[in-house]
């Protein structure tokens, strides 16, 4: 009960900071 909303959790998070991650860089190099 306590492993599903841990992964489910933690692969949300991730992705959700990598997008913004890449978001970043991605407007600084195309400035």
């Known amino acids: 009960s306590a492993?599903?909303?841990v992964a489910l959790h933690a692969p949300?998070?991730?992705p959700?900071?990598?997008l913004?991650?890449?978001h970043e860089?991605?407007?600084?190099r195309r400035n």
């Open 3 to 5: 492993v599903p909303p």
């Open 12 to 14: 949300a998070a991730p």
């Open 16 to 18: 959700q900071a990598q």
């Open 20 to 22: 913004r991650h890449a």
């Open 25 to 28: 860089p991605a407007s600084k």
